[in-house]
């Protein structure tokens, strides 16, 4: 079953605006990923975020988490059309293995 | 660090016909894998992982096996391919505190 719901389903902008994209969970996690496919291709690992923090970031990206509210946020800043893909997110749980669920994905697409 | 490869990236089969698609990783050893489905327009779906060699553990069940005979091999199989299992494969290797390294994916169309 899909634990992450990311939101919107798809998302247009221009380049050099700010791009967010949110992931609502419904379970108790360990941490929170998120990752970038592009067409056709493999997921790329983009940002891990554990569950005792709060906020984190890496280059353009900013991931927020909010375990009281079960959701966590992707901001991507100053957007450039190589940006465009789609974004998961993925939850790992408290479980004794790791494994990673992942929500549905948001399409962004970044217009020259 | 790691790298994953996975073949073919694209494959038509027909329905009835059998499976084997083999994922192997460089750059690590004693790896968790872990294969996923991608349908079309939808987020990924775990299939099997594996922690060590031999052992495979199933998440959903259906028409497909995964394997692991080697360290750094995984390897996915059915016996008779139904239309539903169409999809895009995904090979996955984690990197300890730093998520998950993807393969680049086979695209399935079974006719």
């Known amino acids: 079953s899909q634990q992450g719901e990311e939101d919107p389903q798809a998302l247009s902008i221009q380049e050099g605006e700010n791009a967010t994209m949110n992931c609502s969970y419904k379970t108790s996690i360990n941490n929170l990923q998120w990752y970038r496919q592009n067409s056709g291709r493999g997921l790329v690992h983009l940002i891990l975020i554990r569950s005792n923090e709060r906020e984190k970031h890496s280059g353009r990206l900013r991931v927020t988490l909010d375990t009281s509210k079960k959701s966590s946020s992707l901001l991507i800043t100053a957007s450039r059309a190589a940006d465009t893909a789609s974004y998961f997110c993925?939850?790992?749980?408290?479980?004794?293995?790791?494994?990673?669920?992942f929500g549905k994905g948001t399409m962004l697409l970044v217009s020259p | 660090s790691q790298t994953i490869h996975q073949w073919p990236a694209t494959l038509v089969q027909p329905v009835g016909s059998p499976l084997s698609l083999e994922c192997t990783v460089e750059?690590?050893?004693?790896?968790?894998l872990y294969w996923y489905r991608q349908a079309a327009g939808r987020g990924l779906q775990l299939l099997f992982y594996?922690?060590?060699?031999?052992?495979i553990s199933s998440e959903v069940p259906q028409n497909l096996s995964a394997s692991r005979p080697q360290d750094r091999q995984f390897i996915l199989s059915s016996k008779k391919l139904l239309l539903s299992d169409s999809g895009f494969y995904l090979c996955?290797?984690?990197?300890?505190?730093?998520?998950?390294?993807f393969g680049s994916g086979t695209r399935l169309t079974v006719v």
């Open positions: 594996s922690v060590g060699i031999g052992q």
């Open positions: 996955a290797c984690q990197r300890a505190a730093y998520g998950y390294t």
């Open positions: 993925a939850t790992g749980s408290n479980s004794g293995y790791s494994t990673l669920t």
């Open positions: 750059g690590t050893s004693n790896p968790n």
